[in-house]
């Protein structure tokens, strides 16, 4: 795709370190190099800000990813393109069918309305909940890894979305300051809305959750 676009030896191409890494990879196996900004802390998304001024006189692209469901700002970023003359580029996530994706966004809207001491997804516009990720507040990683260590010794499935942000991976490792990625990366615990949940299942998450959630303080 970007060697297809022009994009080569001696380009930069401004990519989230929040995600997977095989962006990185496909801009390296290009030739070009990855400049990594921040993201928007609700979306999970690259900020339009970042990006701007992520920009050198060797970018030559931009690549979005859309996150858990939650699209880019691509309006935003394609604003940011045209003043810089940049290619922006898009990485999609799997498409649901209609049903699923409602059905997700009403168990999404029960955990809105009841979980307690930890931080529930912004919705916005156009969510459609591949995975509901919330934030665990307390000092960081430590307490997110407690609380998903306790969870799943209740039965409840959830995940850690992205383990190592890919600015810290050895191969792609930059001196880079992303406040936003490392607190997400820090933070996040994504837990489950699957269309094939009851609601039992759903109420025995949130009293999972709640009982926890209790005993951790924010730190602000």
Same mark, same amino acid.
């Given at each position: 795709?970007?060697?297809?676009?022009?994009?080569?030896?001696?380009?930069?191409?401004?990519?989230?370190?929040?995600?997977?890494? +095989?962006?990185? +990879? #496909?801009?390296?196996?290009?030739?070009?190099?990855?400049?990594?900004?921040?993201?928007?802390?609700?979306? *999970?998304?690259?900020? !339009?800000?970042?990006?701007?001024?992520?920009?050198?006189?060797?970018?030559?692209?931009?690549?979005? !990813?859309?996150?858990?469901?939650?699209? $880019? %700002?691509?309006?935003?970023?394609?604003?940011?393109?045209?003043?810089?003359?940049?290619?922006?580029? +898009?990485?999609? +996530?799997?498409?649901?069918? *209609?049903? =699923?994706?409602?059905?997700?966004?009403?168990?999404?809207? *029960?955990?809105?309305?009841?979980?307690?001491?930890?931080?529930?997804?912004?919705?916005?516009?156009?969510?459609?909940?591949?995975?509901?990720?919330?934030?665990?507040?307390?000092?960081?990683?430590? %307490?997110? %890894?407690?609380? #998903?260590?306790?969870?799943?010794?209740?039965?409840?499935?959830?995940?850690?979305?992205?383990?190592?942000?890919?600015?810290?991976?050895?191969?792609?490792?930059?001196?880079?300051?992303?406040?936003?990625?490392?607190? #997400?990366? %820090? =933070?996040?615990?994504?837990?489950?809305?699957?269309?094939?949940?009851?609601?039992?299942?759903?109420?025995?998450? !949130?009293?999972?959750?709640? $009982?926890?959630?209790?005993?951790?303080?924010?730190?602000?």
């Amino acid at each position: 795709m970007l060697r297809a676009a022009g994009v080569g030896v001696g380009d930069e191409v401004v990519v989230p370190a929040f995600g997977n890494v +095989e962006v990185a +990879e #496909a801009v390296a196996l290009a030739g070009a190099t990855p400049v990594f900004a921040d993201i928007d802390p609700v979306t *999970y998304c690259l900020d !339009v800000c970042a990006v701007e001024a992520a920009v050198t006189r060797r970018t030559a692209a931009v690549v979005a !990813v859309h996150r858990f469901g939650r699209p $880019a %700002d691509i309006a935003g970023l394609h604003e940011v393109g045209q003043r810089h003359g940049l290619l922006v580029l +898009e990485q999609g +996530e799997s498409e649901a069918p *209609y049903d =699923e994706i409602a059905q997700r966004r009403q168990r999404a809207a *029960y955990l809105d309305a009841k979980l307690r001491g930890v931080r529930t997804p912004d919705g916005g516009d156009g969510h459609t909940y591949q995975q509901y990720v919330v934030r665990v507040p307390g000092n960081g990683r430590p %307490d997110r %890894d407690a609380f #998903a260590r306790a969870l799943l010794a209740r039965g409840i499935e959830c995940r850690v979305p992205v383990k190592t942000p890919v600015h810290r991976l050895p191969e792609f490792r930059r001196c880079v300051s992303l406040p936003q990625t490392e607190r #997400a990366a %820090d =933070e996040t615990l994504s837990l489950p809305v699957d269309a094939s949940l009851t609601k039992r299942d759903m109420q025995r998450i !949130v009293s999972a959750c709640n $009982a926890l959630g209790g005993l951790l303080q924010p730190a602000f």
